[in-house]
């Protein structure tokens, strides 16, 4: 029971899709609306579990996942979550109801789009629901699009199609479109209809901003039955050193990045799920060391094909780079984005990485992987204008040209004043009315229901 009944604050559940580029958007949703009053309540699964003592703030209910050892270690992501959302709808039937039971009365039900199974149990309970869209309104948009597609018998699509602009969506080429990395067509489009889908849900919540998709969204509003609440990035709503981080954080990179001069190091990292080939890495490592410029490279544990850490880096590349180079496991990602010696950052386009280094001003070299991130690479590089994608066969020498374009020739500086800008415009947003201001203070006004 909460201490005092007399003042119970009105709780909100959020229930996170198991994954780093998920959990992060939604606790900092959690976070903003603590702050206006809210009790929050996540409800999460075993599996990829958040560590409740980051967040003392929040309530954690655990429910039972029932995912098989062998689908987890697949770490085949579309049979992950397709799992949960078979599994998780009794499970989190009962834990809503006990919420209800022992905090009193939940004001609404807030879950991830791929957490789709939540609205059946809100819906049960009669708790009205809203959606969190963690991906940005082009990738919703291109998900419409691969799903018209779909209709028109276009899809898979040809080879000779991949450079030609997509009919729906003329700032994407084919080749950008978020399709799946697993040859399961089936399963993906039903994942990405569901997805997609407002079903009974009263309101979407997103994070994104006007500044960056301002006529993209006003078109999905058109479309779209319920109101949207484009209020992001919401990593500015909980404290920079917060953090909710799966794996944990090598601070160290922070002292050597107080160190190094103002916009002297190249952040690398690809997130939390990118794998890379040895090959590739070969080539990045080349064009590290060629470029001649600071860096810090995230290498996650096992994300390099074939081996445990840093095993398969180039022979030699370590004794040559020396001191200019600083490799770790997991960093403070928002902090190094935020710290006055990064000038540039080559990174796999996950949308919070994305969002995280335009709210800095920190120019980008983009190399996507798959899904968002081909969207998210094409609007970095050809849309806004804020960094280079790295297309095709990585080529180290090639590495090493975008490298220096992005941190120091004259060049890329036309790519730097325009990221500074986006830093302004972000803050413009996120202050006292601007737009992401407005909008989550519309979302709050709406979720007095
Ligand atoms: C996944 C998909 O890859 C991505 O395309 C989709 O948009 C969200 O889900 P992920 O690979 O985790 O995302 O990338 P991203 O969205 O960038 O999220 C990674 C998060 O981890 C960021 O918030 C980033 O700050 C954090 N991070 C990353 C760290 O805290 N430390 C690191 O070393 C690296």
Redesign the pocket.
């Known amino acids: 029971m909460d201490q005092n009944q007399g003042e119970r604050k009105p709780r909100v559940v959020l229930i996170p899709c198991p ?4 959990i ?2 939604m606790l900092q949703l959690g976070a903003a609306l603590h702050s206006k009053g809210y009790s929050i309540t996540i409800v999460h699964t075993q599996y990829n579990s958040p560590n409740p003592s980051r967040h003392p703030e929040f309530d954690f209910q655990s429910i039972q996942d029932g995912l098989a050892e062998d689908v987890i270690d697949s770490g085949n992501l579309l049979e992950i979550i397709t799992g949960l959302n078979i599994k998780c709808k009794h499970p989190f039937q009962e834990c809503l109801e006990q919420i209800v039971l022992r905090r009193g009365q939940v004001t609404c039900v807030i879950y991830d789009d791929l957490m789709y199974f939540a609205e059946a149990a809100a819906n049960n309970l009669e708790l009205p629901s809203i959606i969190l869209r ?2 940005n309104a082009a ?1 919703f948009a291109s998900r419409l699009a691969i799903m018209h597609l779909v209709e028109e018998g276009r899809f898979p699509f040809q080879d000779s199609a991949l450079g030609e602009p997509v009919p729906d969506l003329p700032l994407l080429r084919f080749k950008d479109l978020p399709v799946s990395k697993y040859n399961a067509q089936d399963k993906f489009l039903k994942l990405i209809a569901e997805a997609c889908h407002t079903r009974t849900s009263s309101a979407v919540v997103w994070n994104t901003i006007d500044c960056l998709e301002q006529p993209l969204l006003a078109q999905l509003q058109k479309q779209c039955p319920v109101p949207i609440f484009p209020i992001g990035p919401m ?1 500015k709503y909980a404290p920079p050193s917060s ?1 909710s ?1 799966l ?1 944990k ?1 090598d601070t160290n990179c922070i002292s050597w990045l107080n160190k190094q001069p103002e916009k002297s190091v190249l952040y690398v ?6 794998s890379i080939q040895e090959t590739e890495i070969a080539e990045m490592a080349r064009g590290l060391a060629n470029s001649e410029q600071k860096f810090l490279w ?1 290498i ?1 544990p096992g994300s390099i094909l074939g081996s445990e850490w840093i095993e398969l880096l180039p022979k030699g590349f370590l004794e040559t780079v020396g001191q200019r180079g600083c490799i ?7 902090q ?2 935020a710290h006055a010696a990064v000038g540039g950052f080559l ?8 969002l ?1 280094s335009i709210a800095e001003g920190v120019p980008m070299i983009c190399r ?6 081909l969207v ?1 690479a094409r609007y970095i590089s050809h849309v806004w204008g804020i960094g280079l994608q790295l297309e095709s066969k990585l080529d180290g020498e090639e590495v090493a040209r975008a490298v220096r374009r992005i941190m120091v020739d004259e060049k890329g500086e036309e790519i730097r004043v325009r990221a500074k800008s986006f830093k302004k415009k972000i803050e413009l947003g996120m202050g006292r009315g601007g737009s992401s201001y407005n909008a989550l203070n519309k979302l709050l006004e709406f979720m007095s229901f």
């Open positions: 994954f780093q580029g998920h992060n958007p963690t991906i990738t990593h953090s981080s794996l954080e990292s690809f997130g939390s799920v990118v995230v996650r770790v496991k997991w960093a403070p990602q928002k190094v984005l990174t796999h386009c996950g949308w919070n990485s994305t995280e996507p992987n798959f899904g968002d991130q998210n």
